[in-house]
């Protein structure tokens, strides 16, 4: 959400002119190029993800861990600062994928049906959020 937070502002004031002044087009890009790059960058944040998981696993193999705590499991030699890349790009990504549906709903959708669109919208991205955070929960 951070990073959403942060992206969201930066799209609005600094690559959205630059889309407008570059294409010539009130909106920079069309609806479904924007769908398009947040969705290429959701695979490339999962790329970045593997990789780094992938470091952290071989970290955890072959250097001893920092410290061990009794019925808690270990604390890895890697520094948390690894999630940095990713955790930005994801935020990125959303931030184009929710820009491109509320635009979507509110341009495509007929006009009694937009709120209710947006609605389901938000719906669903609470939907996910509470099963991420019971996953989370289950597999901790």
């Not at 780094?52 to 890895?76: F, H, Y």
């Not at 955790?87 to 959303?94: F, K, N, Q």
Request: proline share 4%.
């Amino acid at each position: 959400m951070l990073s959403t937070t942060i992206w969201l502002p930066i799209y609005d004031r600094v690559v959205l002119p630059r889309l407008r002044k570059f294409t010539g087009k009130e909106d920079g890009i069309t609806l479904l190029q924007k769908m398009g790059i947040g969705i290429l960058l959701s695979i490339v944040t999962m790329i970045i993800s593997g990789i780094v998981e992938n470091r952290r696993r071989i970290l955890t193999i072959t250097k001893p861990m920092i410290q061990m705590t009794q019925g808690k499991g270990a604390v890895s030699s890697m520094s948390g600062l690894w999630l940095i890349p990713q955790m930005a790009l994801s935020g990125l990504s959303e931030a184009f994928a929710l820009i491109s549906e509320n635009e979507f709903f509110y341009k495509q959708c007929p006009e009694n049906m937009r709120s209710i669109a947006g609605v389901f919208l938000l719906c669903w991205i609470g939907r996910v959020k509470l099963f991420e955070k019971f996953h989370f929960i289950s597999c901790s």
